[in-house]
């Protein structure tokens, strides 16, 4: 997938490309073996708050490998993504100077912290389902959160909504078309989620101006 290739910004501006090329090909090794789903489960919980590289290219190629589980794929990765959330959200609260800023500076976001910090702090749910459903290095978003202060039930339900939408859309194509929409969605990965962020986001904007 466009956003989680060892080349790609995703994965750290200042990460030493040979390292993220072994850990992508490590990740993708796991597709084959008989402990792939909790592998998955694992890179699920800790992509949300330090790991490098998304779950995606694991949860395509399981899905890939047993068509007729994938929804059950996108249940496991988006569970422990959130799960993993909360623990990222525990980092920014709790152990930020320790833990939260090493993260900062390995995507060289430290100098835009506090812009991030007042989006979770004015936007709440809305910034953290956008965030969680985009190519967004979710454990900026998880880590910014608890930075933030956010109301932690509204975070999880807000994460559980847009890792979700991410995960299921993907193993739900992969469960409806195969091998033929694999390689499209690997292709325009990246550019998919954005669009199918906007499209929702537009909807929940429509239903609630037609509540006014």
Known sequence: MNDSGPDAPIAGEGAPEGILRRLYHWTLSWADHPSGPIALFLLSFIESSFFPLPPDPLLLALCLGARSRSLLFALNCTLASVLGGLFGYWIGASAFDLAGMPVLEFYGKVDDFEVYRSWFREEGNLAVFIAALTPVPYKLVTITSGAAGMDIPAFALASLVGRGARFFAVAGLIWWK???????????????TLVFGVLLVGGFVVFRLLLH
């Open 178 to 192: 195969g091998e033929s929409i694999a390689s499209f969605i690997e292709k325009h990965f990246e550019v998919l």
